[in-house]
């Protein structure tokens, strides 16, 4: 399948452009999609620096009541293009398709270049695990410089980048959607910019500026977002406690005597605790968020947390952001009211992870729930800060919170925004982090966990420290594989070799532990440890010991 194209030649007109700056000329064109069909723009007549048409057309030759503004603008050091379009009914999105661009290797991916071929590729922006964190493609060119195409939006919106070979020469389409919960029968995208550049890394920073501006962010060291504690981790341990099936790894007291041990080799202070299935069965139990019985009950976990602090460490609970399992009570009435609903009206009712991975979303028992929606936000915040308050947890960690739907209910990004400001009301210095990472994350939070496909660690610094280390942290995946044997303990992933985070300013080293991980691979713990105590004597403020 040829994805993007249809089983016709559309008859769109086609613009030339050059593009003085960079010496090279392409082809631009517009494409008009509603919830129903596509439409096209057959020809254009020239009005006031812009190209104008009446004619949009379905199936290539069934004119329709609408109309098409393309202005293509050739700047000095760039092409900036921008459409608004009108239709009898609501507008999707509106497609920029640009042909003739010189080939080149795909370098804006989180996990990994890519060469483009003639079959295509297609990837979605936001998308927190694997490709693209910022709304933008760039690309290595033959001839050694860079070229970019840039989606200048204000907000976190969903796009779509298909890139294709043709003919020695690359085609690309940029899809953008039109808000969910703003559907309207015109829509107007955001400019969208196309130049090429001798230094990535000086359009980069352009973009770190602009991310800057327009979330109103702040530099790391300096962020208000930050606990003031957290200055002194330099170690996130993965504490993993009940598995989906309910295979008990740590009870509150084991994890707690393996904190002790490790604190025998660095100061607690300098260690956070990241509890991972710690309200039973993982996943399976998302959505009743109450200590486990199996695990030590309520007793036990307030005196892991005491006996934690009492080390100097900090705790983090584990949470389901959008995902809960739709059987429980209390949840009856408001999954669905809350759950996904695409721009299209498709529904999310299959759940995610399971007990080894073979039936991923193929089970009924998990349903997936927009933060936006506020009776989701109170039920889940209150169980947030009554855990808070009851155990004294120092921060929450909110599981797949970079996970985007163009949900017509509710705008997800800034659900989850206000959700994360809230959590931090609950106490002074309570950290907010979460899993996967996009630039609009960086306003909510400044911790995430790292992607990862099957277990390949993807970290969001790749790119340019301009863009992610700036404003934030991360740290492994919790997949990321235990010192013993590679148990990702609760995750589905089972058993990985990838065992340790590389070393670098952006990454916080990550010892995953299951039960007898300290017991049976003490050299390899100790050797993340001496990892751990390096990145503290690199990059930590100086603190005396």
């Known amino acids: ?82 459409c608004a379009a009108r239709l009898d009914r609501q507008i999707r999105s509106i497609k920029i398709r640009f042909d003739e661009l010189p080939l080149g290797t795909l370098v804006s991916s989180i996990d990994e270049d890519k060469e483009v071929t003639d079959h295509g590729i297609c990837i979605n922006y936001p998308e927190g695990w694997r490709t693209l964190s910022w709304p933008f493609v760039t690309f290595r060119l033959e001839n050694g410089k860079y070229m970019y195409i840039w989606c200048k939006d204000t907000t976190v919106n969903k796009k779509i980048f298909f890139i294709k070979k043709v003919d020695g020469k690359m085609r690309i389409d940029v899809v953008q959607e039109q808000d969910g919960t703003l559907l309207k029968n015109d829509f107007a995208i955001s400019a969208i910019y196309c130049g090429i550049v001798d230094d990535i890394d ?74 991972a299935g710690w309200e039973g069965r993982y996943y399976y139990k998302y959505g ?145 982090s979460g899993e996967g990472y996009y630039d609009g994350l960086s306003k909510a939070m400044p911790l995430f966990q790292s992607g990862h496909t099957e277990g390949k660690m993807h970290y969001h610094d790749r790119l340019s420290a301009r863009l992610f280390e700036r404003y934030s942290r991360e740290f492994a995946h919790l997949c990321l594989g235990d010192p013993w044997y590679g148990s990702t303990g609760v995750h589905e992933q089972g058993v990985n070799e990838d065992r340790k985070a590389p070393l670098c300013k952006a990454i916080i080293p990550t010892l995953s532990l299951v039960d007898g991980s300290i017991e049976n691979a003490w050299d390899n713990v100790c050797d993340i440890l001496q990892q751990a105590n390096e990145y503290r004597r690199l990059y930590c403020e100086k603190t005396p010991d």
């Open 1 to 82: 399948m040829q994805l993007q194209d249809l089983s016709y030649a559309l008859n769109n007109r086609k613009i030339k452009v050059c593009d003085k700056h960079g010496k090279i000329d392409y082809l631009v064109s517009a494409e008009i999609v509603s919830l129903e069909n596509v439409y096209t723009v057959p020809e254009y007549r020239a009005e006031n620096g812009a190209y104008v048409s009446e004619n949009v057309v379905w199936g290539n030759d069934v004119k329709t009541d609408g109309n098409a503004e393309l202005k293509i603008e050739e700047c000095d050091e760039f092409v900036k293009i921008s």
């Open 202 to 275: 000086a359009f980069y920073k352009q973009v770190s500026d602009y991310t800057k501006e327009i979330y109103g962010l702040e530099d790391f060291e300096n962020s208000k977002i930050v606990p003031s504690w957290f200055k002194d981790i330099s170690l996130v341990v993965i504490m993993h406690m009940e598995a989906f099936t309910g295979k008990i790894f740590h009870t509150y007291q084991s994890a707690l005597n393996d904190v002790k041990k490790l604190t025998e080799r660095i100061d607690g202070k300098h260690i956070l605790v990241y509890m």
């Open 288 to 432: 009743n968020y109450t200590p486990d019985e199996r695990l030590g009950g309520a007793d036990g976990l307030k005196k892991c947390i005491d006996g934690m602090h009492a080390l100097g460490c900090k705790v983090m609970l584990m949470y389901g952001i959008n995902m809960v399992n739709k059987n429980i009570p209390a949840l009856k009435d408001i999954v669905p009211e809350c759950e996904f609903i695409t721009i299209g009206g498709g529904k999310f009712h299959c759940g995610s992870v399971n007990w080894e991975g073979s039936h991923h979303y193929d089970f009924d028992e998990l349903a997936q729930l927009n933060v936006g929606n506020k009776q989701w936000a109170d039920n889940l915040y209150e169980q947030i800060a009554s855990n808070a308050k009851e155990f004294d947890s120092d921060g929450a960690f909110l599981d797949i919170a970079a996970c985007y739907v163009n949900d017509r209910r509710a705008r997800m990004f800034d659900g989850v925004v206000k959700f994360c400001d809230r959590l931090r009301e609950i106490k002074p210095d309570f950290m907010v």
